[in-house]
């Protein structure tokens, strides 16, 4: 039984990196492609990076594209977001997802969902 847990996120100043985790204690993570998705206050859920099951290719949203960094440790069970220049923009609820397609950009692609973990951007 796959499940999600989301951590590191936090109150940040624009301009610095942060990283956020997301560990799976099911045990069977290295079947799955990744995702992560964020909802900023108001709007819906968007896509913001993809890593498919094998994890050779990525995928990212243009407004994230060259800042942040995907990646995963199948032996830890966890993946990763390298949110590097954050920008106020960038604030919103952080989720990560597993999904059993080879990847996908849409939350109908995903089978299991984190929690979600806040992530402010803010002077």
């Excluded at 799955?32 to 913001?48: I, M």
Aim: charged share 15%.
């Amino acid at each position: 039984q796959v499940q999600l847990e989301e951590s590191g996120g936090g109150l940040v100043q624009p301009g610095v990196s942060l990283i956020i985790f997301c560990k799976d204690s099911g045990g069977t993570f290295s079947s799955y492609a990744l995702g992560w998705f964020r909802q900023a206050p108001g709007k819906e859920r968007e896509f913001v990076a993809a890593l498919s099951w094998i994890g050779e290719s990525t995928h990212y949203a243009d407004s994230i594209k060259g800042r942040f960094t995907i990646s995963r440790n199948n032996a830890m069970n966890s993946m990763y977001l390298q949110m590097n220049n954050v920008k106020p923009s960038d604030t919103g609820v952080y989720y990560c997802a597993l999904g059993r397609q080879y990847y996908s950009e849409v939350e109908s692609g995903y089978d299991f969902w984190g929690q979600g973990i806040q992530v402010t951007v803010s002077s």
